[in-house]
């Protein structure tokens, strides 16, 4: 990969600023992946302080909303592989025990006090914080409410400390909160409100529940939708079985646990391994043999190639479309009525799964993204201009880098514009009208219920 300074030619000839951008060298061969890099990235262990775009914009801009989808932190596996002992992980929160959080200790016990909370249905079954000497399947790690402790912290620097985004005194319809009922989701949604607002307040916590992992609310009736998804899943099927490699290896680990390879492929070892990987605990072992790194490498290898595959084939991008409508809606319905100046849900975290952030990134035309790691954060961000108040513009960032340019419907507009952002109206018409076109539909019902041609 090389750095090209790309000088393009506008319209009256003239040479606007060059902008470096990362060009691939169409002359040499693709970068060969390299899973164990890649899975490193996935894991996003806590080290170095992160460097992050958010925020910034012309000075006479000011900041009037931030709306932030998360993926929750690091957790433990939700399979295991059979026949082998589970990675020996605590999920008990030890301050002095990395990784680590200066506020993990008060945290901790501003979490054991949260009876005055307003918890939706279930949700207020589900502890505060992870608890077990053992990890239960699906539990959030230390690792991973430090993840998101760092993400508040680093959110409320820019966007409380500097852009006074919510005053000292803030109130509860200020905030608006919502997290799937898994307890790892609440959980990353608490780790980062208590770093990020300027006081934690419980009585000003009011936390929804969302039933669905897409969080389509009360408009998840969508026939097309499966659709897409029953043939994306086919092509996932197919890629697997023409990867001989891919079987080789499996049939290798069945025989290593003693179990039959199908058995092991349903196990979905690819999730237990990546936690031994992650969390530096040493792959499996039997009488048989050990499960080693190459295992891991080629099974996170195809991983990769079946994520690049499926940017290929455009069947989810379709399901994208219909599974993130009814998200992406809500998020601009709230932005058209802060813009036009309610001060109601200036601040807004769904706390979900990767099974939510990818399908966004997709559907918004985010195709350079990553898969989401742990902890990964998706913010769009509402800017009002200065000079026109009326004039309204939005910033697109994904885990701290400014993604705005990359999305299908501002692609564009960065050529004509000065100003590094995108107008609110290119992203409200592309939810509202142009997402259903590719479906020679111009409604969300109409694109749910049109058979495929």
């Not at 990987?277 to 490498?297: D, L, Q, R």
């Not at 058209?336 to 966004?360: C, N």
């Amino acid at each position: 990969v090389h750095l090209i300074p790309v000088n393009p030619v506008r319209e009256d000839g003239l040479n606007p600023k060059s902008r470096k951008r990362i060009m691939p060298d169409l002359l040499t061969e693709p970068p060969a992946i390299d899973p164990v890099y890649e899975a490193q990235v996935y894991c996003n262990v806590p080290s170095i302080a992160e460097r992050s775009m958010e925020g910034h914009a012309p000075h006479y801009f000011k900041l009037v909303s931030v709306q932030v989808l998360i993926r929750h932190g690091d957790r433990y596996p939700l399979y295991a592989i059979p026949k082998t002992k589970r990675p020996d992980i605590d999920c008990m929160l030890v301050p002095s025990r990395k990784p680590s959080h200066p506020q993990l200790e008060a945290f901790i016990k501003h979490m054991s006090k949260g009876s005055a909370a307003q918890m939706d249905g279930s949700l207020s079954s589900l502890p505060h914080f992870p608890s077990h000497s053992l990890c239960e399947m699906g539990e959030l790690t230390q690792t991973g409410v430090v993840q998101h402790l760092r993400n508040g912290q680093l959110l409320r620097e820019i966007y409380i400390n500097k852009h006074k985004l919510l005053p000292s005194d803030w109130t509860a319809k200020q905030l608006y909160l919502e997290t799937t009922g898994k307890s790892r989701t609440l959980q990353s949604a608490l780790a980062l409100l208590y770093t990020f607002l300027p006081d934690f307040d419980w009585k000003k916590i009011n936390m929804r529940h969302q039933w669905s992992t897409i969080f389509c609310s009360g408009s998840c009736d969508c026939p097309m939708r499966n659709h897409y998804l029953e043939e994306e899943q086919r092509r996932q099927y197919s890629l697997r079985v023409k990867n001989s490699n891919l079987e080789k290896i499996y049939v290798d680990m069945a025989k290593i646990v003693g179990i039959p390879t199908r058995q092991l492929r349903a196990s979905n070892p690819i999730d237990s391994l990546l936690c031994y990987f992650c969390h530096n605990v040493s792959f499996p072992c039997t009488k048989a043999g050990c499960i080693g790194m190459e295992h891991f490498k080629v099974i996170k290898r195809h991983q990769l190639e079946d994520e690049r595959e499926r940017q290929e084939k455009k069947l989810y991008f379709l399901y994208a479309l219909l599974a993130t409508h009814p998200l992406l809606n809500q998020t601009v319905n709230r932005l058209q009525r802060i813009a036009e100046g309610k001060k109601e849900e200036v601040f807004v975290l769904y706390s979900a799964h990767d099974v939510t952030l990818s399908p966004v990134l997709s559907a918004l035309g985010i195709t350079e993204a990553r898969f989401p790691r742990f902890a990964a954060r998706l913010v769009f961000e509402l800017w009002q201009d200065g000079k026109r108040p009326k004039e309204h513009f939005i910033r697109i960032l994904y885990n701290g880098a400014d993604v705005t340019f990359q999305t299908s419907f501002c692609k564009d507009h960065y050529k004509r514009s000065s100003k590094p952002m995108c107008p609110l109206e290119k992203l409200v018409n592309f939810v509202k009208r142009d997402m259903f076109l590719i479906f020679n539909s111009t409604s969300y019902y109409d694109a749910c219920h049109r058979r495929a041609l």
